[in-house]
């Protein structure tokens, strides 16, 4: 979502935070929407690696295998390097995980929504949110 649900905690999935995409929507510099939906699969097995403990080279290289531009990852989260990444990530989707189970009402927020957005990969793994973005 681009805002919270009524009754929900709003969490930010942007890239301000550890569970932002790393890899951009961008060709060339400029925003290009044909790569959305490569972008979302990249972060999607990135996620995954990330959740199952599975070492990956770096996120640019997942990036490649998505056919993704050089130039895709933000530096960032490329600085981090990919055991640093993966264990933010594991810990904030497990936390969320844990906030959710506890019966706190989630809502993944996101600049994206309306349209093919990240957050979906990540309330995949969150208890009781049925696959949607929207955890409330």
């Given at each position: 979502?681009?805002?919270?649900?009524?009754?929900?905690?709003?969490?930010?999935?942007?890239?301000?935070?550890?569970?932002?995409?790393?890899?951009?929507?961008?060709?060339?510099?400029?925003?290009?929407?044909?790569?959305?939906?490569?972008?979302?699969?990249?972060?999607?097995?990135?996620?995954?690696?990330?959740?199952?403990?599975?070492?990956?080279?770096?996120?640019?290289?997942?990036?490649?295998?998505?056919?993704?531009?050089?130039?895709?990852?933000?530096?960032?989260?490329a600085a981090?390097?990919?055991?640093?990444?993966?264990?933010?990530?594991?810990?904030?989707?497990?936390?969320?995980?844990?906030?959710?189970?506890?019966?706190?009402?989630?809502?993944?927020?996101?600049?994206?929504?309306?349209?093919?957005?990240?957050?979906?990969?990540?309330?995949?793994?969150?208890?009781?949110?049925?696959?949607?973005?929207?955890?409330?």
């Amino acid at each position: 979502r681009d805002h919270p649900t009524e009754g929900a905690s709003a969490v930010d999935v942007s890239r301000r935070s550890s569970l932002g995409n790393p890899f951009r929507v961008l060709r060339r510099g400029r925003l290009d929407e044909a790569w959305r939906d490569a972008v979302c699969d990249a972060f999607h097995w990135a996620h995954r690696l990330a959740m199952s403990g599975t070492d990956a080279t770096s996120l640019e290289e997942i990036a490649a295998l998505h056919e993704l531009p050089t130039g895709s990852v933000a530096s960032s989260y490329a600085a981090l390097g990919w055991a640093a990444y993966a264990a933010a990530v594991r810990s904030e989707t497990r936390s969320l995980a844990q906030r959710a189970s506890g019966g706190e009402r989630l809502c993944l927020v996101c600049c994206c929504y309306p349209l093919r957005c990240h957050a979906t990969s990540i309330a995949a793994w969150v208890p009781g949110q049925g696959g949607g973005q929207s955890v409330a």
